[in-house]
């Protein structure tokens, strides 16, 4: 089982080691000062001082190795363009999947805005409808005691993920005990694959967009859709991809092929951490959100797309090569990477325009599917098909599901003025007065309403409501189904006057920009 070493990657606890395993051991205790020095700063970032620390918009500490210098900032009348177009996508993300499919790409090609990554991820990934579909299961998994196999090796992976993090520079912070949270009910969700260290940075990228809930149900879909079999305790579906990985590689650049080839570098040695932990640990942070927005719309060719463009820039020419004359110097290179192959705008330049499909992908993974049956038998670990991004998770759901609509964070009462708008507003008391004369007007037995008067004024809702209805002593003279009277048709016009708040409130959810459900936009 392969497995990258080092501060980068995951790797075995030490075997001398041995917590609790429990949520409440991450505080810091007697012996928190025999731990590294960050894991010792305290319970969260302002409190260690980290408040007077320069932090980048990503929530990197500014000089440590997760930070990044200058950054190509999109100007901002254009990412509140942006904002504006992924709010209607979201608001009616039903209807574009089925219809504007192409333009979601494109626009997760150009980078989703950061106020909205959060919410976005959920919706391509599936995971916000996996959350519908399962209210409190992550909290009956969370309130559960675990396996402590378990939950001992993942207490001692918490502070090695993004240590240089606001969320996890410190033992025992929210966002370690987050992170504990959420693998910690993965591997009560499926015992029969446990826990894999590749899977903490995983979830930690997920947290720093998102709460707890909804980032485990983007990592079960990540788990069992986009990669799935890859955290199994074999590790046979990752060794897969490898092998294709490097068939593809003869295609996109015969010259690294061969190269590596003939140094006889098992593709395992160098893209093990790569495509487990989705370059979170390998590429600049603003690099990895944008191929990770890329890899929730179109799946697992965006991270073979991505790891062919480093190995035909890393070991793609000749003169490259020569400076590679042996293993350890091909894996030095490999580990070490340039950091212009991997800035953002090249990098994604790069992906997008590579000829690499789905179908070839396919088409790759049945050769050494077979090959492997030939040479090593039958796969031990029967793994769900791969969904190629989410327009393949969406039309694989089974059977109706409920539409996604997002639920106004702000609630104003039904006869409360939309903010912004200058229609149906409250009416004075002047002309409250003057509504009033004309309700006792019509009040009088001579003169009742029309018929047709009354139906309107049922159901305007808004512009009658129902306190200024006609009195009861007017219900006798015109026939029930015609009266808005609120005794005697009362089972007539109810349907129209509960709908008025129903429209007011969906119309609320279309156009206002707080609209968005608070625990989706976490920022």
């Not at 927005?293 to 070991?315: N, S, T």
């Not at 953002?344 to 179908?359: G, I, K, M």
Request: include cysteine; charge should be neutral.
């Amino acid at each position: 089982m392969a497995k990258s070493n080092g501060e980068n990657g995951p790797r075995a606890p030490a075997a001398g080691e041995s917590l609790s395993g429990t949520r409440e051991s991450l505080a810091q205790g007697p012996d928190a000062a025999t731990t590294d020095e960050l894991s010792s700063l305290g319970s969260d970032s302002e409190a260690n001082g980290f408040a007077e620390r320069r932090i980048d918009k990503f929530g990197f500490i500014v000089g440590s190795q997760g930070a990044e210098g200058a950054l190509e900032e999109v100007p901002l009348e254009v990412l509140r363009q942006r904002e504006s177009k992924w709010l209607d996508m979201l608001n009616n993300w039903d209807k574009w999947m089925a219809k504007k499919h192409k333009k979601i790409r494109l626009r997760c090609q150009k980078g989703i805005p950061p106020s909205l990554r959060g919410r976005a991820w959920q919706y391509l990934s599936g995971g916000k409808v996996k959350l519908q579909q399962n209210p409190g299961k992550f909290d009956e998994l969370d309130m559960s005691p675990g396996d402590p196999k378990w939950l001992d090796v993942i207490e001692r992976d918490l502070h090695r993920q993004f240590p240089f993090h606001e969320m996890f520079v410190s033992r025992g912070g929210h966002g370690q005990q987050d992170l504990f949270r959420v693998l910690k009910a993965y591997t009560l969700y499926r015992p029969e694959e446990g826990y894999c260290q590749a899977q903490a940075p995983i979830a930690a990228v997920l947290l720093m967009h998102m709460p707890a809930e909804q980032a485990f149900w983007c990592l079960v879909q990540i788990c069992e859709k986009y990669l799935p079999g890859y955290y199994s305790e074999k590790l046979e579906a990752i060794q897969l991809d490898g092998e294709i990985l490097f068939s593809l590689l003869q295609k996109v650049s015969p010259v690294a092929h061969k190269h590596l080839s003939r140094q006889k570098i098992d593709p395992l040695l160098y893209m093990t951490e790569w495509f487990m932990c989705a370059f979170s640990r390998t590429l600049p942070w603003s690099s990895v959100l944008r191929v990770w927005d890329m890899f929730f719309c179109e799946g697992v060719k965006i991270i073979f797309r991505v790891g062919l463009v480093l190995l035909k820039h890393a070991l793609g020419s000749p003169e490259k090569v020569k400076a590679c004359q042996g293993q350890y110097e091909t894996i030095e290179r490999l580990r070490s990477l340039s950091p212009k192959i991997m800035q953002e705008a090249f990098l994604v330049q790069e992906v997008v325009e590579l000829p690499v499909t789905e179908r070839q992908i396919e088409r790759e993974h049945l050769i050494q599917l077979r090959r492997w049956q030939e040479t090593r038998g039958e796969l031990q670990c029967r793994s769900p098909p791969r969904l190629h991004g989410a327009k393949a998770i969406l039309d694989a759901e089974p059977g109706p599901r409920p539409t996604l609509q997002p639920s106004p964070s702000i609630r104003l009462p039904p006869d409360a003025p939309l903010p912004g708008s200058k229609a149906k507003s409250k009416p004075s008391k002047q002309a409250q007065k003057e509504q009033q004369k004309q309700i006792k007007a019509r009040g009088q037995p001579e003169k009742p309403p029309a018929p047709d008067q009354a139906m309107v004024e049922a159901a305007a809702g808004d512009a009658y409501p129902p306190q200024h209805m006609p009195p009861n002593d007017s219900a006798p003279q015109v026939s029930a189904p015609q009266v808005s009277a609120p005794q005697d048709s009362a089972p007539q016009a109810s349907a129209p006057q509960d709908s008025a708040p129903q429209v007011s409130t969906h119309h609320r959810s279309q156009e206002s920009l707080t609209s968005q459900e608070s625990e989706d936009t976490y920022l």
